[in-house]
T-cell receptor, first 110, second 115 residues
């Protein structure tokens, strides 16, 4: 059974900092991994999807990397802004539908 | 149109009520999902429909009854719920539920309170 761990559980940073969110998973037989953002009481917004054959994906200030063999992914956020404050969830997709980590709750202070 | 639309956004119901949650997408996706999310917890999978057939049921109590009338619509019928069923119910869709590197699109959810 896939187990997903996200570190740190919570993070508070001043505006403008670059930061890294970590995700690890136990079953490396995955097809892809998605990073999502969730605002309180809202649905999930897909940020990046990395295929198992890829090493990284970029969208604007976001960069996600995937090391499938070691069961790790990182989400890098450059020049953080208060609007980035949200919970970030990673979800590897394998032989069972998406299993989510517990998320990293990010607060960016102006 | 890259939206998954869920209605209602909020629902308060008593333990003896019957209600339904609705989900709709017009992206031509053939897989649709129901997730349940308690406060400060990650979403947990309840049901997966693939090509309008229930393919995964993660041992959800029978007081939750899913229905997929066509490839664009997904309903979740609720009956005799318990207060601990209060949660955010999220619908999602993807191109299909198979192997091929599929992006999941989520609705904004229905916040359910059971009194």
């Amino acid at each position: 059974k896939q187990e997903v761990t996200q570190i740190p559980a919570a993070l508070s940073v001043p505006e403008g900092e670059n930061l890294v969110l970590n995700c690890s998973f136990t079953d490396s037989a995955i097809y892809n991994l998605q990073w999502f953002r969730q605002d309180p009481g809202k649905g999930l917004t897909s940020l990046l999807l990395i295929q198992s054959s890829q090493r990284e994906q970029t969208s604007g200030r976001l960069n996600a990397s995937l090391d499938k063999s070691s069961g790790r992914s990182t989400l890098y956020i450059a020049a953080s802004q208060p609007g980035d404050s949200a919970t970030y969830l990673c979800a590897p997709f394998g032989n069972t539908p998406l299993v989510f980590g517990k998320g990293t709750r990010l607060s960016v202070i102006a | 149109d890259t939206e998954v639309t869920q209605t209602p956004k909020h629902l308060v119901m008593g333990m003896t009520n019957k209600k339904s949650l609705k989900c709709e997408q017009h992206m031509g996706h053939r897989a649709m999902y129901w997730y349940k999310q308690k406060a400060k917890k990650p979403p947990e999978l309840m049901f997966v429909y693939s090509y309008e057939k229930l393919s995964i049921n993660e041992s959800v109590p029978s007081r939750f009854s899913p229905e997929c009338p066509n490839s664009s619509l997904l309903n979740l019928h609720l009956h005799a719920l318990q207060p601990e069923d209060s949660a955010l119910y999220l619908c999602a869709s993807s191109q299909d539920a198979g192997t091929g590197g599929l992006k999941l699109f989520f609705g904004s959810g229905t916040q359910l309170s059971v009194l």
